[in-house]
């Protein structure tokens, strides 16, 4: 039973255009989000992170948008550069689940210059 | 600020053995979380330590073991190694500002192969 699901393992982009990343979610207890982008050989590096009690948050050139009612969050990555090309993982957390996380599958991005 | 450092790198093991990984968290940091990556069950929770307790356990068979020192240092150990165990280990810190809302940052990772 995954409780995170990322459905599409891969995404190309032409450079300096969005890149979305998608995640669905199951459990109702999951209160906080985080994102992933993992080199081959190398291990997750955080990217950003959002709560529950926000529908969305921003770094730079990400955001990421939390819809609590559907149970989906996205990643946006604007503009997109070949560095950014990695797989991406979206986790997320329980209230009472200390810093144990349930990560998605992944999703390749490929940006293309 | 050093990263979180993982050691070995690389490990190569039979079956039956038993193999120790370490872990070493950023300087501050009091929660080490341990998690597996396969290709096939992609990133999964092992188990969590703060403060030398075990805080948080994910669902894995008791031939996974872990600790953590007064330092904050973990390892975790696994006996009677199976073939299934080959898969890349990681270890992530984390700042522990509020429970329930750290970002965890993760070292690059042990390499265990299980001939």
């Known amino acids: 039973d995954q409780q995170v699901k990322q459905n599409s393992p891969s995404l190309s982009v032409q450079e300096g255009r969005i890149s979305i990343l998608n995640c669905d979610y199951t459990?109702?207890?999951?209160?906080?989000f985080l994102w992933y982008k993992k080199y081959p050989a190398e291990g997750p590096t955080f990217l950003i992170s959002?709560?529950?009690?926000?529908d969305k948050n921003e770094d730079g050139r990400f955001t990421v948008f939390l819809n609590k009612s559907a149970k989906h969050l996205s990643l946006h990555i604007v503009p997109s550069q070949p560095g950014d090309s990695a797989v991406y993982f979206c986790?997320?957390?329980?209230?009472?689940?200390?810093?144990?996380?349930?990560f998605g599958g992944g999703t390749r991005l490929m940006v293309k210059p | 600020k050093a990263g979180v450092t993982q050691t070995p790198r690389y490990l190569i093991k039979t079956r039956g053995q038993q193999v120790t990984l370490s872990c070493s968290p950023i300087?501050?940091?009091?929660?080490v979380s341990w998690y597996q990556q396969t290709p096939g069950q992609g990133l999964q929770f092992l188990f969590e330590?703060?403060?030398?307790?075990?805080?948080n356990k994910g669902n894995f068979p008791g031939r996974f073991s872990g600790r953590q020192f007064s330092n904050s240092r973990s390892e975790m150990n696994v006996s009677t190694l199976e073939l299934g165990d080959s898969a890349l280990y990681l270890c992530?810190?984390?700042?522990?500002?509020?429970?329930?809302?750290?970002?965890?940052?993760f070292g690059p990772g042990t390499r265990l192969t299980v001939l």
């Open positions: 959002i709560s529950s009690i926000k």
């Open positions: 992530a810190s984390s700042p522990d500002r509020e429970l329930n809302y750290n970002e965890q940052f």
């Open positions: 986790a997320a957390s329980g209230w009472n689940a200390g810093n144990m996380l349930t």
């Open positions: 300087s501050g940091h009091r929660s």
């Open positions: 459990n109702s207890m999951f209160d906080y």
């Open positions: 330590y703060f403060s030398e307790t075990q805080r």
